[in-house]
């Protein structure tokens, strides 16, 4: 115990000498007002004692807590059953937005035949959707950066579930408006949730690959839509649409209930590491101890923000605003051409049969330009792969537009342009969730696509006025290249801002 080359030690060994007494010892006191006085008196030996050390210290010396990044750890992991599940839910819930979203385009002859309407008079019928498809996705993405994506995943398929199933009970115009509505607010909320849960789960490696997958199910299920319809309303008549609508979505709900919490949402919200354990251990069954803890790559300066104030701030406004105005391009050429392109065919000298048939080409190529969009995504940088995409919809747009003299070039030039607006847009919200933050990213992925439906509403619009301007085919192909080129320009900006900030990530 004692430090014999201490001279303080070695003073008090000589005063034990010089007693020259073998029985008793000698310990020094020194006292503060003589500190240069040794006083030696006798004392009893005592037992050696080991040094303490406070419980805090010891515990963590005997069990230090492992600290794992849920990001690094998806990333490091094959993509397991559980998440092929997550997948398989996800795509489900787009696939039945898709259909629940077109449906009323189907529905339109049979509601102005039955109900002796003009098809002008539908119109506010056809555009209630979209009104709520924006406002849900505004509403939703804050709340479920504030209680989870589940919760308000859960929430907005049973919304738009319950009130399609109420619309086949309509009687009139103005109440399938108020529920279209009110449908339109569970498919606005329904779609950046899935998209954000997703990307949440999915390894970075392959990001954009996983969520545009996912994504194929809302042109899958549009199509799906077509189909079902040819058959059940000279069957059942239209309310049979909307029962099947209804029902689809209320039955996916009991299987959502098995729907994991975001790990990355329960990291930021503090949820209990024990619950974060159990998810990551559902990936790579025994991978995590009980005593481990978590964090995420997160950016410490936006803690405590709200989502809206995370992607208004300053890091992340301009390429915010970017997003909206690529978006906003995006849907005003979707929506102009899907609302008005068979009656431009038409007026264009060719029949009716050759309108829908040339029309239909255009969502066909949509699955194939979205995986290879996505493909591209995620072995080059996103910005450019969907940049490069916008500008040959662009191209092709304006091809269009002076190859109205043959059926066969028509028919090419749409399914070529349709293949990549398609591929552009539906790998827009992918960008956008790996772009954000967790604290923001349901909010920025939801508001990029409700500022976008906005688009699509003046787009439906400019395509009547332009016709009633008596505008045709190749006047109006040719303006719509405009857009394409405007959303590649804003995408190539937020590439060169990111870059000259130092912001650029293998996900942006």
């Known amino acids: 115990m004692h430090n014999t080359g201490n001279k303080q030690y070695g003073r008090a060994a000589a005063c034990a000498l010089a007693t020259k007494d073998k029985n008793i010892k000698f310990r020094r006191q020194s006292y503060a007002h003589q500190p240069a006085a040794t006083v030696c008196r006798p004392y009893r030996p005592c037992r050696p004692q080991r040094r303490a050390f406070p419980a805090a210290h010891r515990e963590r010396d005997m069990t230090a807590r492992q600290t794992i990044d849920v990001q690094q750890f998806i990333d490091d992991k094959p993509f397991s059953l559980y998440q092929w599940l997550i997948l398989g839910l996800c795509f489900l819930i787009i696939a039945i937005d898709g259909f629940d979203t077109a449906i009323i385009g189907f529905l339109a002859p049979a509601l102005s ?16 959707a979209l009104v709520g498809l924006a406002v849900g996705a505004l509403l939703a993405g804050p ?29 009139s115009i103005q109440i399938l408006t108020v529920l279209r509505f009110l449908t339109g607010l569970g498919l606005g909320a329904a779609m950046p949730n899935a998209v954000t849960l997703m990307s949440e789960y999915a390894p970075q490696r392959k ?30 008549g239209w309310h049979s649409m909307f029962i099947v609508g209804g029902c689809l979505p209320l039955l996916l709900a009991v299987l959502l209930l098995q729907l994991p919490e975001s790990p990355r949402f329960m990291v930021v919200r503090r949820w209990p590491d024990k619950k974060i354990a159990d998810v990551l251990n559902r990936i790579a069954p025994g991978s995590i101890t009980s005593e481990a803890q978590f964090t ?39 929506y102009l051409l899907t609302s008005w392109m068979p009656t431009l065919i038409k007026n264009a000298g060719f029949s009716i049969s050759q309108a829908s048939n040339i029309t239909a080409l255009f969502p066909l190529g949509g699955v194939i330009g979205t995986l290879a969009v996505g493909w591209l995504m995620d072995r080059m940088s996103a910005h450019k792969a969907i940049a490069i995409t916008y500008v040959l919809t662009g191209i092709f747009v304006y091809a269009i537009g002076h190859g109205t003299g043959d059926a066969v070039l028509l028919g090419v030039l749409m399914f070529v342009a349709g293949l990549c607006m398609n591929g552009a847009q539906s790998s827009m919200p ?38 009633q301007f008596g505008w045709g085919l190749s006047a109006i192909f040719s303006l719509l290249a405009l857009p394409a080129f405007v959303a590649a320009a804003a995408l190539l900006f937020k590439h060169l801002h990111l870059r000259s900030h130092g912001q650029l990530s293998m996900s942006s």
């Open 296 to 334: 995420v790559p997160e950016l410490v300066a936006l803690a405590g923000k709200t989502a809206l104030a995370v992607i208004f701030s300053a890091r992340y406004r301009f390429g915010t605003l970017m997003l909206w105005l690529t978006y906003f391009m995006g849907l005003l050429i979707f």
């Open 113 to 128: 035949q039955e109900w002796h309407v003009e098809k002008a008079a539908l119109v506010p019928v056809l555009s209630a």
């Open 430 to 467: 992918a960008l956008a969730a790996g772009f954000y933050p967790t604290q923001g990213r349901a909010t920025g992925v939801a508001w990029m696509l409700g500022i976008g439906r906005l688009g699509g509403i003046l787009g439906a619009a400019i395509g009547g006025q332009l016709l």
């Open 143 to 171: 709340l479920a950066d504030r209680i989870g994506r589940k919760k308000v995943l859960l929430a907005s398929v049973l919304l738009f579930g319950f009130w399609t199933l109420m619309s086949a009970f309509a009687g």
């Open 207 to 236: 990001r954009s690959m996983i969520v545009n997958t996912m994504f194929c199910g809302f042109t899958l299920g549009s199509a799906l839509g077509g189909f079902v319809a040819a058959w059940m309303i000279p069957h059942y």
